[in-house]
């Protein structure tokens, strides 16, 4: 893992002997090579600014143990903090709420919504028992309510009847209220995306919040998203409050980095990853896997 990394940070400081700690000039020098390693990764820029600062602080007059040579050492330091970064271990979606729990899923058009949507329904009715009821609100693409009902069949799981001409806000309400009537543990609403983020869209988001009350505000957002990941959390977050994480396409030859940016800057906890388009493709999220990929 890392050995490239790994490998540069020794050409750049394993010729250090006979001192005892990592100097400024040390350091800077290794800097350079995490901040391009994470740059490679696609973290956004303000975000491997603040963790080289981070790192930096650690590193500088950090004794150099014997047993290891400087270049892991920092290697070490840059993991150690990655992972820290990144969140804990074992995150999980919050049902901690009288039934019908409201799990709202948000973001992008294309990010994987629908599919993290039925992914989850399936993990949480067959492995906790949950008696789950999906509704579409995507009444803008016309197809969508349908690609939901068709995944609803897919994974054995109730999906809200479709009724034609109803707007997004009245179709949540329908839907928490046939999952009240219906005996349902929790109630899972699939929002409409857009191609970017846009006022309309969050207005949108915040109408269906206030009126359907989720105890969960997941944004699905594409693990290959690139510089444009900081902006993404923070819109949503920002202007919908989002509780936590769902990163997809992590099967991909992408190397995570917006799973660093998205946590960073909301401090918003990454709680699953999508990792391939079946339904069962869902797992926890590793802070210490992701740290690794990051490193390359
Ligand atoms: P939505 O517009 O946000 O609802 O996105 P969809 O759920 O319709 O997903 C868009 C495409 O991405 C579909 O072809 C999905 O099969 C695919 N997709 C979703 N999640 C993943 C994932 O984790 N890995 C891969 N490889 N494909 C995914």
Redesign the pocket.
């Given at each position: 893992m890392f050995e490239n990394l790994q490998e540069r940070l020794g050409a750049i400081l394993n010729g250090l002997t006979g001192r005892g700690a990592l100097s400024e000039a040390d350091v800077s020098a290794a800097l350079r090579e995490v901040r391009r390693a994470l740059i490679e990764a696609d973290v956004a820029l303000d975000v491997v600014r603040s963790f080289t600062d981070r790192v930096r602080e650690k590193a500088v007059g950090a004794e150099v143990l014997k047993s290891v040579k400087p270049g892991q050492m920092v290697v070490k330091i840059v993991h150690d903090e990655l992972v820290e970064m990144l969140g804990a271990e074992g995150e999980t979606i919050d049902l901690n709420a009288p039934a019908p729990v409201v799990v709202m899923?948000v973001?992008?058009?294309?990010?994987?919504?629908?599919?993290?949507?039925?992914?989850v329904a399936k993990r949480l009715s067959e492995r906790q028992g949950k008696k789950v009821l999906m509704a579409s609100l995507?009444t803008r693409?016309p197809a969508?309510q349908e690609?939901l009902r068709q995944i609803g069949e897919q994974v054995s799981v109730a999906t809200l009847p479709i009724v034609a001409n109803q707007g997004p806000v009245d179709i949540a309400k329908r839907a928490v209220q046939a999952a009240k009537l219906g005996g349902h543990d929790l109630v899972i609403l699939?929002t409409a995306?857009r191609t970017h983020i846009d006022e309309p869209l969050m207005a949108e988001m915040a109408d269906i919040k206030r009126t359907s009350n989720p105890h969960e505000i997941l944004l699905?957002a594409?693990?290959l998203t690139g510089q444009d990941a900081v902006n993404l959390a923070k819109s949503f977050d920002e202007r919908v409050g989002i509780t936590g994480l769902v990163?997809?396409?992590?099967?991909?030859d992408g190397r995570g980095g917006a799973a660093l940016s998205m946590r960073a800057v909301t401090g918003k906890p990454i709680k699953l990853?999508?990792?391939?388009?079946k339904m069962d493709?869902?797992e926890e999220f590793h802070p210490k896997r992701i740290a690794d990929r990051i490193l390359g």
């Open positions: 899923m973001g992008l058009q294309g990010s994987g919504k629908t599919t993290t949507t039925g992914k995507d693409r969508a690609q699939d995306g699905v594409d693990s990163l997809t396409r992590m099967d991909g990853i999508g990792v391939g388009e493709a869902l």
